[in-house]
């Protein structure tokens, strides 16, 4: 398999990674591979995905060596909100309804102790990263906004979830503003820096034995007698198994997981850090949220006090200035109590989203297998895909009780231009939205 030429994302630029690249504690110490080496599993992507993989088979004293093509958490991994969620971004029912009971009730299982999964991590390897597990809000705007969350809670509750829909009146009082119609509480859910946790958990395989090369892209990977070597500019892994975890930035042998994707952009301005009386009023108990609009809104604070508030778009061209005014704009109507907004960093990255927003389990070739596609929910998730990786390649789970069944990657009609009417179509609503 020879890689295809993907465009490549912009790296050195303050856009990417934005508050989480001047907050989170330095990356652990890794090196560009320039040698051939030989390991039980080469895992491709230095992500949760990738890296939860690596952590978890080299506890189990399996040699793994992971390649970053740039650096870890330069992905999704590095740029997202932060939000540790239960469950997939569409609802439990049509969740099963897309892929039967058994593996529907089985993916819902997995996804919703997935939060907890991360909480144990963090816990257990002693990760800093500004964790917060006091639940999730999602708000509802309108009464249609709340009769969907009302769909949401039912389908949870049914499932034994810890949800709980609050009013107007108590969303205002968590949330800190009153635009909200009700809100969808979620107790498994928190808040991580996500750029920290990613460093952490590369933190935490390394001191497990497994080993991490960084700027070290793999540009190719050959079968030969039975195992895979994959190249890179410098050296090459051989390798029985081969973990591809590259998702929305996939670029290499199997770029093929990226073009199944439509990419959505997503933006996020992070304010200064507030005055105690701001902190004390919004989302006092560090609560994350979102909004049930189609093109919606994400809000949270960071460990130091700072608002972070995101929407769909990107942070390039007349993208930058549109989405940046309509944020002060949108603060100041949601959290009039805030005033005057500026706002101390701004980043954006790509959401790979699946023709039915659900991810995928992938065998590329014997003994390459993945899993991408989360639809901007891929803390927890990435974090419990890679565990069962882990056991699947350890032989303790069979392939007929993974979580998802395996599909061939395929490419949605229309990507570019779907793309291109995310992008466009993001700043025509943020210039258009008359409520903001
Ligand atoms: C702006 C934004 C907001 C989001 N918000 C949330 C949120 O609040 N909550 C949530 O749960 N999820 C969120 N997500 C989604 C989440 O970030 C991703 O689903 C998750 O990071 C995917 O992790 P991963 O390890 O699978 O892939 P990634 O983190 O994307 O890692 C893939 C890695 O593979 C590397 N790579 C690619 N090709 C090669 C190659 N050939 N050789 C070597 N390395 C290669 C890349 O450089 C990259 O570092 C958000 C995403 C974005 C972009």
Same mark, same amino acid.
């Given at each position: 398999m020879h890689g295809t030429d993907l465009e490549y994302p912009v790296q050195n630029d303050s856009r990417t990674h934005g508050l989480w690249a001047r907050t989170a504690p330095p990356a652990p110490i890794t090196s560009v591979l320039g040698e051939r080496i030989t390991v039980d599993v080469a895992v491709i992507g230095g992500g949760y995905t990738g890296l939860s993989t690596a952590l978890h088979l080299s506890q189990a004293g399996t040699r793994v060596a992971v390649l970053e093509a740039a650096d870890i958490g330069f992905g999704g991994s590095g740029r997202n909100v932060g939000l540790v969620n239960?469950?997939?971004?569409?609802?439990p029912d049509v969740l099963t309804a897309t892929l039967g009971e058994t593996y529907g009730e089985r993916l819902l299982e997995l996804l919703g102790g997935a939060p907890r999964l991360v909480f144990e991590l963090v816990g257990k390897h002693g990760i800093?990263?500004?964790?917060?597990?006091s639940g999730t809000f999602h708000c509802a705007v309108g009464r249609s906004g709340l009769a969907e969350l009302e769909q949401r809670a039912a389908q949870w509750t049914a499932r034994g979830a810890p949800v709980r829909l609050l009013d107007a009146t108590e969303t205002a009082e968590c949330? $800190?503003?009153?635009?909200?119609?009700g809100s969808l509480l979620d107790l498994r859910a928190g808040t991580i820096q996500p750029l920290a946790y990613v460093r952490g958990l590369a933190r935490a395989a390394i001191e497990c034995g497994a080993r991490i090369f960084t700027h070290s892209r793999a540009v190719s990977a050959t079968p030969t007698g039975g195992r895979w070597r994959i190249h890179t500019g410098g050296g090459s892994v051989s390798a029985d198994w081969l973990v591809v975890a590259t998702d929305a930035y996939s670029t290499g042998p199997w770029a093929q997981i990226r073009t199944e994707q439509i990419h959505l952009p997503y933006f996020n301005f992070a304010t200064r850090p507030l005055a105690k009386n701001l902190r004390d009023s919004i989302l006092p108990e560090l609560q994350g949220a979102w909004d049930t609009r189609q093109v919606l809104s994400s809000f949270r604070m960071d460990g130091h006090g700072r608002l972070v508030f995101g929407s769909v778009g990107?942070?390039? $061209?007349? $993208?930058t200035s549109v989405h940046e005014a309509w944020a002060k704009r949108a603060l100041r109507k949601i959290f009039p109590q805030l005033g005057e907004v500026a706002f101390e960093s701004a980043w954006y990255g790509q959401i790979g989203m699946t023709d039915d927003n659900l991810p995928r389990f992938h065998m590329l070739a014997p003994n390459v297998i993945g899993f991408s596609g989360y639809n901007g929910r891929g803390i927890a998730p990435g974090t419990a895909f890679g565990r069962i990786l882990a056991e699947h390649i350890n032989g303790r789970i069979p392939e007929s009780q993974l979580p998802l069944p395996v599909t061939q990657p395929r490419a949605p009609r229309m990507r570019r231009l779907k793309e291109a009417f995310y992008e466009i179509g993001s700043q025509i609503a943020h210039i258009t939205d008359a409520r903001h």
């Open positions: 239960a469950g997939m971004w569409v609802m800093e990263c500004e964790i917060e597990h949330v $800190g503003s009153t635009v909200y119609a990107a942070l390039r $061209g007349s $993208g």
